[in-house]
Every structure is written in C-alpha cells, then in structure tokens.
C-alpha cells in the first residue's frame, strides 16, 4: 500500500513538472498552446480559446486514429504523433497516462520539444 | 483495388521502392476521395479499409488546423508516415530506424516523380473514376439475358475518352485512345462478392434516373444478392 502511494506521488510529481515544462513552451515563439488530458482531469491552456472544442475533438482523434492504425499494422504502442496543416503542427504523446497534444506553428521544431518533455 | 494499367504501374513503383528500401514495410496509395488505387501484397484490402476509415476521420477533424498535409505515428515497432502527394495519399509503414531522408525522398521525390510521368500520358490530370454505388433490380424472364443495365446517363459519365487512366492504357499497350462507349461493368457486392459483365442502357423508362442497376436473376443469385441491395460499379477498361 505504501509502496502504491510512492507510486502515486511520483507520477503526481512528473505530471507537475510537465506542467512546469509546458508553461515554459507556452512562452515559446510559434506555440499556440496545449491540452494535457488525465483521467479524471484535463488542463487545456490555448490562445485562442474559440478553438477549444476544435482542438480538443482533433487531439481525441489523433490519438483514437494512431492507435486503430498502429494496431493494424502491428507497429506496437504509439509513442508520439504528429499532426501538419498547410500552417499547423501538432504533436501528441502519451506521458505518465496522460494524453498531451501540443499545438503549433509549422516552423516550430517539435523534435525539441519532444525531447524537452521526455 | 483498381487492376488498370495506372494502378499496376503505381504497384511496381511501390515494390521497387520497397526492394531499394528494405526499411519500407508496408505502403498503399489511395486518392483523396478515398479510393484505394494500390498496395503492397502483404497488407489485405480490410487493414488498408481500416487505416483508410481512420485517416478520413482524422482529416475532417483536421480541417480545424487547416488541411491536412501529412501524418506521422511513431510506434514502438515502427513508423508510420502519410503523406499528400498531388490529388493522393501515400502510406509507408516503416522500420522504426528508417532514415528520415530515405522517407522524404519517396515522398518528395521519387513518387511525385512517378506520379508527374505518368500524368504525361494522359491529357487531363489523373482523377480514379470512383466505383458509383447503384440500387440492385432483378431483371426476370426469358429475355433478361446476361447484361446488365444502367442509365444511359452513367454511362456517358463513364465514356472511356473522359477517364485519364484510358490515356495511360492507350501509351501503354499503344492502342490509339479514342472514344468508345463502355461495354463492361465491374460489380463489386458488400459482402466481398464480384463480377465482370456486359452492360447495356435501361430499357424501361419508368426506371430510368433512379440509380439503378438491373441485374439479371441468375447473376443476383451468383453474386448472392437481392433487390433493394446497393453494389458497387464502375466502368471495365
């Protein structure tokens, strides 16, 4: 029992420092913002908060449409997920159970981001 | 998928590109209406289906960002990259190792490559005439014979001289791509079910318009359906 709690501290813990991290590439030039999804809780922090339900109904589908996809090619679990419009970028990963999708301009390097939150 | 000379000639670009790139495990290439055209030999018709029904969904959800230009996974065992090129999407599963270069040159380069060559061939740029799904009627009697019938409309749509993929066949075999009326159909059914038959124009007038295609009792039987069913046509070059 004690050891679960470690457990669930720890995961609290990286999800907090996440956090931290993703405040900082929120300052970043190109980022327009993020929704990191738990499961019982959700923080979505974007520029434009119209955009909200739009960008919330895509990350969902990346990530349902990743999993039908990598299951029928029997790639294994999805690590991360990229997402480019003629002007947009998004990249998706599984962190510590949750769903994290970060959404961007095109010139934004997300292979740098992608390593800062690893 | 589609069997015509436009097709077999994206097929063996696919398997020399899978030869010369050993780090390509998978690929098909299907338009942006949703038409398969090819695929390698190892992944069956329903996998692509279902990778092809969750790209679509993932594109109109996409359309939030603006439109969709491509698409990469990175799975524990493998990549996965789609890519738009022209009026198309290319899949390429990978190794999960597979140089990023060697991917951006198929994508960018070797296929659009292929792609423009084969468009020279034919006049107008190439556009996959999608299978039109029709209404099954039963056609009875002494006198239902062994053609099928479709609106006179359809299949002016469907004059061989408007679809490009003539212009191909034509460079290919060197026959002269002049216009001729269609004279054969493919019948696919739901259940997976397929036939190559002759064609003629409804008769009856009271059935004319109605997205319908007679179909004589003895074929409905072979390809185990009934009146009321949707098939799936198009024209057999």
Known sequence: ?118 | MDRDPYAIALNSALTEIKKAYPDVKKSFIFTKNGTIITGDQETDEKTMNNILESFENLKEKAKSIGNLQSFHITGKNGKLTLSNIKDMHLLLATSKNADKTQIYSITHVILPTILKTLETFSPTPIQITPPKKLIVDTLTGFFAGDSVQIDAEILMDWTKNNDPRAGVKAALTGDQNTQESINQVHIETFGGNAALCKVKEINDQNLKGKNMIRIPEKLCKSLEINKGDLVKVKPAL
Do not use: W
């Open chain 1, 1 to 118: 029992m004690l050891v679960k709690n470690s457990e669930t501290d720890d995961t609290e813990n990286d999800i907090e420092k996440i956090q931290e991290t993703l405040q900082e590439i929120k300052g970043q030039e190109g980022i327009i913002g993020y929704i990191l999804r738990g499961p019982k809780s959700a923080s979505i922090d974007l520029k434009d908060p119209t955009k909200i339900i739009d960008y919330a109904v895509l990350s969902s589908t990346a990530f349902d449409a990743s999993r039908n996809m990598t299951e029928a090619l029997q790639m294994g679990e999805v690590d991360t997920i990229v997402v480019e419009s003629e002007e947009m970028k998004l990249l998706s990963m599984n962190i510590n159970n949750h769903r994290l999708s970060i959404f961007m301009e095109k010139n934004v390097d997300h292979n740098t981001l992608y390593k800062n939150l690893k």
